[in-house]
């Protein structure tokens, strides 16, 4: 098989539907290569034609759809947070196909960078799948690049625990990958979350930078000219250590009052939270509610985040600033505060400008995970 073949079945496995204009934009390609290539996938039964888009509004003419013969491949998810491990295995529009499930705390990565937790759950994603697999993808809640892995913690983790199943990812992606026979792909949670509004949100065709908020943390990715931007340390968007006060508390990064520990510091403000993690608890429910205090508490929380956020968008000026809608109804206080703190802290031409919107997706982490391997495939 020629490499262009190779490529286009490849990225159609991974995608599903596809047509020959989304072929050869995506993986670079000539269009009559590409036509030259589809035709001979589909006379040997690797590719099959499905109806014709006719593309209603759009210039051109009516596109052939395709796809790798056979049942759509699934791509399996492996996340954790506090003290649950999960594979996911889903379909490559997102939906959930099959869960497995471990209620334990997630032992720490060790001397060898990956636990053997995950490892098994990796593994466990080719046995139980009753369909092909396009790839597994490890979600990572940390500052993460892919073939560097993880910062490790500094001092004064000690009362903020946080412990992470990789530590480092170098060989981990390309030995799990051989030893399975599947792209084993490693990314940062908050970056899957961007790349899943980038192709299925609010993210599409704009400049924007996404704000993940959950019950447990948050994060934040940046997209600027259709492409998740990583750094060259996988640190682009992690707004989580920007510093907010020189003399502030150590954080787990290394560095010293950190946006993170201020956050940590302000929910714990909250009557049962626990000190040493970022826990909003019910705070959303009650604010929902009608809680005057929680509703301030998390207009409060908005405020925090929406002052290096202002200076982050002054500094991108992004079209959109795209919120993720986790926290449902609640996320209306959070986004006063945001909105007030840039009207503070960042020039009017940002301020008045920049769109602010609370994404209509509840997972959009768990899109972005069936988009990665196209987005691998795509810029390998
Ligand atoms: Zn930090």
């Not at 400049?207 to 492409?227: A, E, K, M, P, Q």
Request: net charge negative; proline share 7%; glycine share 12%.
């Amino acid at each position: 098989m020629r490499p262009a073949e190779q490529r286009i079945v490849e990225y159609a496995s991974f995608s599903g539907w596809v047509d020959r204009v989304e072929l050869a934009a995506a993986l670079d390609l000539p269009a009559p290569t590409v036509t030259t290539a589809v035709r001979k996938l589909l006379a040997a039964g690797s590719l099959v034609a499905g109806d014709t888009d006719t593309g209603s509004g759009r210039a051109g003419r009516p596109r052939q759809r395709l796809r790798v013969a056979g049942p759509a491949p699934m791509t399996g998810l492996v996340s954790w947070s506090h003290d649950r491990l999960r594979l996911r295995l889903l379909d490559p529009s997102g939906e959930l196909v099959r869960e497995l499930g471990r209620e334990q705390p997630v032992p720490d990565a060790g001397a060898h960078g990956l636990s053997p937790a995950v490892a098994e759950l990796v593994a466990a994603a080719g046995q139980v799948a009753d369909r092909r697999l396009a790839a597994v993808v490890v979600s990572v809640p940390a500052p993460f690049l892919r073939g560097t892995g993880t910062p490790v913690e500094h001092l004064g983790a000690e009362d903020c625990p946080r412990r992470f199943p990789v530590r480092s990812s170098a060989g981990a992606e390309r030995a799990l990958s051989e030893e399975h026979g599947i792209p084993v792909l490693l990314e940062n949670d908050a970056n899957l979350g961007a790349l899943g509004e980038l192709v299925h949100g609010a993210g599409a065709g704009v400049d924007f930078v996404h704000l993940t908020i959950g019950r447990h943390g948050f994060g934040s990715g940046v997209v600027v000219n259709g492409r998740l931007v990583r750094g060259a340390r996988g640190y682009t968007g992690e707004l989580a250590h920007l510093q907010m006060d020189h003399d502030g508390p150590l954080c787990t990064c290394g560095g010293r009052g950190c946006l993170w520990m201020q956050l940590r510091h302000l929910t714990a403000m909250q009557e049962g939270a626990p000190a040493t993690t970022l826990d909003f608890a019910d705070l959303p429910d009650r604010a929902v509610a009608g809680d005057a205090g929680a509703a301030r508490l998390l207009r409060d929380v908005g405020r925090t985040i929406g002052r290096p956020l202002a200076q982050l968008c002054t500094m991108l000026d992004p079209h959109r600033l795209v919120l993720d809608g986790a926290l449902g109804p609640a996320m209306d206080h959070l986004v006063r505060g945001i909105r007030e703190s840039f009207s503070v802290d960042a020039p009017p031409a940002v301020a008045d400008n920049i769109e602010v919107v609370v994404s209509p997706l509840r997972a959009a982490d768990v899109l972005g995970a069936c988009e990665l391997p196209c987005e691998h495939a795509r810029h390998a």
